[in-house]
C-alpha cells in the first residue's frame, strides 16, 4: 500500500513564525506535491517537485517555499506565517508520467 | 484563473437513484482526468480516471465520461448509495494536477 505521511494532523502557530510542513512518500515517487483546501476554492497547488532539488511553482506560491533534498521527503516552508495561511495543508505523490496521485491525510494548520 | 470548473457546490440524491456530478476545463494541454472522493479530516482518495483518447471508463457504479471538444467530463454513480456521501473533486493532469472547487454529494436514505 502506498503510504503518504504528513508529520502532523493539526498545527497551531503565531504570526509571524517560521512553520514547517513535512511529508514523507514510501513508494519511491518521483512526483510530490503542496495543495491547500478552502472552502469554495477547492485543492490549490502551491508547489511540486518532480526531482530532488527540484521544484515548479504551482497557482499560490506566494509566502511558501519547499525543500527537496531526498527524494522520499518533500518540505513546505511558510517563511512568515499569516492568518490568511490557515488552511488544510495536503501532500501527494505519483510516479513520474504516472496519473494517480495518492495523498496524505492533511494537516490542519491555524495561525493566530 | 481555474483551469477546472465544478460549478455546483452541492447535490443532494435519494438512495438508489442515479448521482451525476459534472466538471469543466480550460486548457486544452489536459490529456488525462480524474475523480477523488474526500471525507472531511482525510486527503482525497482516487476514485476513477479517464485517459484523453477515451470518451468512457466505468468502474463497477461509477462511470467517467469526457467529452474533449465541450472540454466536460461527468461522474455517474447508480445506484448512489449513502456510503458515497462525500465530497468529490475533479482533476485534470498534463505535467502537474489541478484540481476544481469540488461537489458535495449527500446521498439520502
Known amino acids: 500500500d502506498v503510504k503518504v505521511t504528513q508529520s502532523s494532523r493539526y498545527l497551531v502557530k503565531r504570526t509571524g513564525e517560521k512553520v514547517f510542513l513535512e511529508c514523507v512518500q514510501d513508494m519511491d515517487h518521483e512526483n510530490m506535491f503542496w495543495y491547500r483546501q478552502d472552502p469554495g476554492l477547492g485543492l490549490r497547488l502551491i508547489y511540486f517537485s518532480y526531482d530532488v532539488k527540484m521544484k515548479e511553482k504551482g497557482d499560490i506560491p506566494e509566502g511558501y517555499s519547499v525543500s527537496r533534498e531526498k527524494k522520499e521527503r518533500f518540505s513546505l516552508i511558510l517563511e512568515s506565517a499569516s492568518t490568511n495561511q490557515t488552511s488544510m495543508y495536503l501532500c501527494a505523490s505519483s510516479f513520474l508520467g504516472g496519473r494517480e496521485a495518492f495523498f496524505g491525510q492533511g494537516t490542519r494548520l491555524t495561525v493566530v | ?109
Open chain 2, 1 to 109: 484563473d481555474q483551469q477546472v470548473k465544478q460549478n455546483s457546490p452541492s447535490l443532494s440524491v435519494q438512495e438508489g437513484r442515479i448521482s451525476i456530478l459534472n466538471c469543466d476545463y480550460t486548457n486544452s494541454m489536459f490529456d488525462y482526468f480524474l475523480w477523488y472522493k474526500k471525507y472531511p479530516a482525510e486527503g482525497p482518495t482516487f476514485l476513477i480516471s479517464i485517459s484523453s483518447i477515451k470518451d468512457k471508463n466505468e468502474d463497477g457504479r461509477f462511470t467517467v465520461f469526457l467529452n474533449k471538444s465541450a472540454k466536460h467530463l461527468s461522474l455517474h454513480i447508480v445506484p448512489s448509495q449513502p456510503g458515497d456521501s462525500a465530497v468529490y473533486f475533479c482533476a485534470a493532469s498534463a505535467s502537474d494536477m489541478r484540481f476544481g472547487a469540488g461537489t458535495r454529494l449527500t446521498v439520502k436514505p
